[in-house]
């Protein structure tokens, strides 16, 4: 991982600003012959795209993937795929006061002590427009993963959003897709909904927290001791905007539990060893183990809010600032399809990272 | 992060198992010039020592480091560093099961599925042990930061353990010292005591939560969109064994938070900008913010314990495992000075990193 | 370096293939806040375009640069830089025969044996089109050399193309820009022409030999022992289309020095050490000394030739290839802007890698 | 490829000095379940050895080579593989005039130069010395090959050395093991050896030229168009100390081709395509043909020599310098196993790049 890339094998450097002529993502290492058009990947972008609802923001970006290289006759061609999104919607506008003011909360003030200057359109690179290259690169890697391991699946939801929180007992995936929230569960979904509208109308934005939950995960898929894959899996969702924590498993809540009670006992099922319970989240030692992976982490409130807040300008004067313009209440909401994507990524990437020094061959138990 | 590396400019590979000839460390990119002796590097090893005290594992490790390259008449050349560490007390004993059984929780089973084979000795790889070699990477990073920051400091300390958490208003730096777990309440420390032992005669073990505050770090380290500071620094401790939750600042809490509760305003002070809030634990948009940064995250309960577990073997055979031999009841203690080592490596290649693309020039406020 | 990337802080990715909608590179690491816009590219550019004279391939090709992501207001800000260049001269045309037969000489066999599948339009990815990234990129990369180091000056130009050899007595760098074939004779640039002419009528095309020349490099450069200046420098020639060989200083004919003839003595100068030789080339032990740094590579002729060559196409049928269109009859000539491009880009990344390292500081001499 | 470190997947980064306590390669990314002990390793070792006769240094090196770590019960784990050459014959020795004075064409001034120290015991870390740990590590590789490729073997020997040329009629690939120079050609070595004796006694040195020839390389190894198999290959070439230039096929010479010369025409054989020539020296590219690899590599004299040269020391003052000590006349010799070493690396690394990234599937041809 170095500044604006990421993966061994399957890598992804990502470019652009919010508010320049455009932004995108090249993927290097991809498998060749793998099925790919621009068909594939825009339902992906359609999931993270805002101005779907009244609870993400109402800027209207097409948010149409162009792919610019390494597919040919709609296969890849294992030379770099170059993905890139024009942005349409680039509203000239005054930017006035956020040239120069500083926004608590935000990276404003930091790329202007580290660069000295910084492109402040929309949060430039800071923005989470940012995500939407991600969010492309995921789309290719499902699309490797659907012909290398058909039975993986990643699933995104999220399981707090301020107050809210889901119940677990409720949880139903099927419904993740049906509400505005990738909330898994149908009939929380109104109240999450009222919630959120008080927010926005109180001027203010909140903090969420989403899971992923990935399936049919292969055992064997990370390495010991800093390519591990909960290290690259954690890595990748505190790369998320606004991501303040990051859960394998247990998580946080692992610091509570006993040795006993946090043993995910073993049995001998039909095709193998069975975990009696999921603690570890599906990972061991860095390592896959082949059960559900889970991975959660907390995205902190969306600091563009209408409520004035006290801060600094560039000029060093004090002064209250409130941001106008389009802003997601829950920036968290939006973080779903973003996760989703680069996990898929990462688990594509440990995978062919595998088939490299092993040859994918496993230890047989039995 | 490769397999076994991690850092862009300062970089360290660590090597070794716990029950081979040796383990240790290769830093590569160290800056020359840089006052350095194994005097200097003794010390970060006797605090993560195990032996110290009945809470951590009995066997007695001298962890006496070597440095064999790289450092020329008291100061490095800027050459590679290798820094070995003998295994001295490698027990000559009968493995057996262990050769063979997967312990509930631990690494057996996923380096058996993914390599074939392992080096089942005491773990292995995939020992606490490793972690000595990250210690000695470590003490040579304070030793160039104490040169580049003099002012900065790393500081870890245990928030919690099983049951056991840290009183807030206690926090006392000095009494971290001064007692067996890294706890910065020196009254609290005998009840932790009490409770460890009980864990321990219960045949048990415990989980653990861990901070680390950095201190002097200047504003501007780190860089968007996947070299965030924070990205690193949560990598860095997800990497470290048993971790199974990293968080930053206000971390999985942030979820719960509003945008008018989370900006951390800013106000004007002599030295330039000042926070009135430390939500964002000192990074804004992966970038250093000059505040004190707060990193926090958990250790799970050691997984081999005493009390017999329901697991299998290499051959599909259903059986009950109870580990003998000496393992820690609380494996997070060890994990402060484990922590505060890869955060000064972090911090530090941040530096150079940043002094690479920036010449460390900062843009002014005011 | 790894597949399409090279650089370690100055980081190069190159994109897209010959008949696809565009190509371009990303530049990750930049320094910020330095004056950047497609007007200073674009001179670079015209350099290395093709179609300028008839001894380069005929195809127009405007290859317009846009500056898509990390300049601001004329200025770069540390982000990511896009470069794109759109195809424009994408003629529709039956590829037939090429689509399926093998070029001796070319990547084409290669390609479809190590992928399974190829964009056979132009040669796809394998295409000379590829340098064009590079041009631009390295264009970028002189930006920043001429703030941070106004004296460096990277010069190439051909020594070799055929038979026509540079009369090293003759040598006028003021000619180089004066002539198609960047020769620094000006008086020979006819006998060039002539020759060349003959090749191209032959049906045939010839190799050619490219000389660098980096002036104002300051000492302290690279670093042993595989992040060399030399090896980075042999890697970025070697990674040219149809490069066949790379010397630095003497090159190949340093295995027929002795000792003595091969020192490059040194005496004291106004301004340091003064050699008084530069058998070296300007590098001894992988850093630069300070001299002019001298590197030297080999162009192999142009393997889509219209004299017929025996050959065998995909479904193993042996057959006479001719390949039509629009091919240079001495690629070489193109390379020199190319060589120019990628030795800045090394130049400068070593460059930032020493500020990281070493801030800079260099030790006295006197 | 790092400061010190080289390789993709198969990573190999070495540590230490010529006179410190020792040096070594680490190893990353290994496959696991690999035959290894040190009895396969040494006979790699005692071929780079010096000390064997009277051409090469007379210093009296074991060169026993150690495994620290990655190996258990005699096979590679996956983990980190350490390899570490105690240094037993450190001279305690006056270094007098060598720990100021610059030797002319040695890397003393630029190291001083880049890093203000430097161990200038026997070169510190730009000996010679350093080869050895290279040569380890490439038998690790040759171990690995022996499984996943059998058929593949790396064969290196001398070509030229100052005014002797290999007569090419005479190749005879058995005689290189015979013969002190790696020689393929019995009968010249008789007079090579006089030559070298005459070099010697002149208080000279003289450079070299060696070739490796990869056979049995399987089509599809190497990526455009940075990771090219030529690039890498070149790129650890160059990175051999005292390596001045570097030739794939048909090298510099290609600048005197043309395009009907140059081609390699394929026919069809009864095993696939086969290739009536081979200009290209088995690479088109970028990636493997599967025909011999050609390698070629210019080494410069030994800068340490007998005869006074005019030089400078750290305070400036103009001197005369000559090398006492133990040193080659012909460093080239010990080349040999060195590049072959580190070509192995290079292949392996490839091949398991090749199987990360397409599984190693080839596109057919017939």
């Not at 359109?121 to 989470?128: I, K, V």
């Not at 690259?232 to 859960?247: C, H, Q, R, Y």
Request: proline share 5%; aromatic share 6%; hydrophobic share 40%.
């Amino acid at each position: 991982m170095s500044l604006n890339s990421f993966g061994h094998v399957f890598r992804v450097t990502t470019w652009g600003e919010s508010h320049g002529p455009g932004l995108g993502a090249v993927i290097d290492g991809c498998p060749p012959g793998v099925a790919l058009d621009e068909g594939w990947i825009q339902p992906f972008m359609d999931r993270r795209r805002p101005g779907t609802s009244k609870n993400t923001t109402q800027r209207q970006e097409a948010d149409r993937v162009r792919i610019m290289s390494g597919v040919f006759e709609g296969r890849t061609t294992g030379t770099p795929i170059m993905l890139m999104i024009e942005n349409t919607d680039q509203r000239s506008k005054d930017y006035g006061e956020i040239a120069t003011a500083f926004r608590p909360g935000h990276a404003d003030i930091t790329y202007h002590q580290k660069y000295g200057i910084r492109d402040y359109r929309g949060g430039g690179r800071s923005s989470a427009r940012e995500t939407a290259a991600r969010v492309a690169a995921g789309a290719v890697a499902q699309a490797v993963l659907r012909e290398m391991v058909p039975e993986l699946r990643v699933i995104g939801y999220m399981v707090q959003m301020g107050e809210m929180r889901l119940e677990r007992a409720n949880f139903d995936e099927t419904a993740i897709s049906e509400n505005p929230f990738f909330l898994p569960d149908a009939a929380a979904a109104a109240a999450w909904e009222d919630y959120l509208t008080g927010i926005r109308k109180a001027q203010n934005s909140v903090g969420a927290a989403v899971e992923l939950l990935i399936r049919g995960c292969p055992p064997g898929l990370g390495a010991p001791v800093y390519g591990k894959l909960d290290t690259d899996l954690a890595a990748a969702m505190m790369s998320i905007n606004a991501v303040k924590g990051v859960e394998i498993g247990e998580g946080m809540a692992a610091a509570a539990l006993t040795g006993t009670a946090n043993a995910d006992e073993i049995r001998m099922g039909a095709g193998g060893p069975e975990y009696l319970s999921n603690h570890a989240g599906g990972i061991l030692g860095g390592i896959s183990t082949g059960q559900e992976i889970l991975v959660r982490f907390a995205v902190k409130p969306t600091s563009s809010i209408l409520t004035p807040r006290r801060t600094v300008n560039a000029a060093g004067e004090e002064i209250e600032l409130i941001t106008k313009g389009r802003h997601d209440p829950c920036v968290g909401i939006r973080a779903v399809p973003v996760a989703e994507a680069v996990a898929a990524c990462v688990v594509l990437d440990h995978l062919l990272l595998d088939r490299a020094q092993t040859g994918g061959h496993r230890g047989q138990i039995g």
